[in-house]
């Protein structure tokens, strides 16, 4: 059903082709500020004050900074200055005044960062080689592909509604005067974790546009006060390594794994980007044949998005499963 997603919108676009024309509204609305930060725990508040424009307005396309703004920012009620690294549980209130634009508030709260229970992790070679015969007396020059399944434990906490973001970073030494990065990441196999596609409705699904997303943003609806555990599938990594020497601190390696507790207005607002990017909705009004999807605010003049989190990390160590595999081919 997915080819729908790509032959619907390409039927009606030939048939509308000779529909359009070009138009300026004469819409009499003024710009109002737009506010836009994202407060992480323990880091410093940083807000973009911009303003709206019309579509058709060419000069305010390029340039839509507030110069003139006045922005306070303030935390459980009290005005905080700029190096105030917010915490969590912090009620943040970011307030902006221009002279030309007016006024614009918005309200977020910092949310407790949910721990990571337990990590499963299982890695799986699929193809390694060496190019020397004594890899570990003569210099080393070694490619391993490998699969990498992670199963992580979410303890949600109970008696609040939250949203989650998972992420990850892989991280490893380097080899040669050229910095080249030792372990490359493959592809999160995204199918692997229906939690990431709850968000999808039935008619999404049936028109395809639940296949190829990389959305990683969920709730804990299905599993509130619980654990639930996700299914990190990581396909087609390669450890490549080229030295002179052997050393073990080549293998020193792995993954970062964030769990980051999210505000609503966050989830919110990539719900709605995954909607107008990917959704049957954004298709339809990009072709004339539905309204666009009102853009998530929380902002009070309608404009930008206030939001908030908190992470927590997991490390995967995978230094001994590379010496492992290496040992194992040098055996063979």
């Not at 082709?17 to 940083?46: Q, R, W």
Request: hydrophobic residues 40%.
């Amino acid at each position: 059903m997915a080819i729908l997603k790509y032959i619907f919108p390409l039927l009606l676009a030939t048939l509308l082709s000779g529909c359009y024309e070009d138009f300026n509204p004469n819409i009499d609305t003024k710009p109002v500020l737009c506010i836009n930060s994202l407060i992480t725990a323990g880091e410093p508040i940083e807000v973009e004050v911009t303003h709206t424009w019309m579509f058709n307005d060419k000069e305010a396309q390029h340039d839509h900074s507030v110069n003139d703004a006045t922005v306070t920012i303030l935390a459980n009620g009290k005005i905080v200055g700029a190096d105030y690294r917010p915490v969590e549980g912090d009620k943040i209130k970011i307030m902006a005044e221009s002279p030309v634009y007016g006024i614009a508030t918005a309200d977020v709260m910092v949310p407790f960062a949910s721990p990571i229970g337990k990590v499963k992790v299982t890695p799986i070679v699929t193809n390694i080689w060496n190019g020397n015969e004594d890899v570990f007396h003569h210099g080393m020059l070694a490619d391993i592909t490998f699969n990498l399944n992670i199963e992580m434990d979410v303890d949600d906490p109970a008696g609040v509604d939250n949203y989650y973001h998972f992420d990850s970073n892989w991280f490893s030494t380097s080899a040669g005067d050229d910095s080249e990065p030792l372990l490359l990441s493959g592809s999160l196999e995204y199918d692997a974790e229906p939690i990431f596609k709850e968000h999808i409705g039935v008619f999404e699904t049936i028109m395809g546009n639940d296949e190829g997303t990389s959305f990683v943003f969920f709730t804990d609806r299905q599993f509130s006060g619980k654990t639930y555990t996700l299914h990190l599938n990581y396909t087609g990594n390669t450890f490549r390594v080229a030295s002179e020497e052997y050393d073990e601190s080549l293998l020193e390696c792995g993954v970062n794994l964030y769990l980051t507790t999210v505000s609503q207005s966050y989830y919110y607002w990539a719900v709605y980007k995954w909607n107008a990017d990917e959704g049957i909705i954004g298709d339809l009004s990009d072709i004339g044949l539905a309204e666009s999807k009102w853009g998530y605010s929380n902002v009070s003049t309608g404009a930008g998005v206030v939001a908030a989190q908190s992470s927590t990390q997991y490390i995967v160590d995978l230094k001994d499963f590379l010496k492992t595999a290496l040992n194992n081919k040098e055996d063979e």
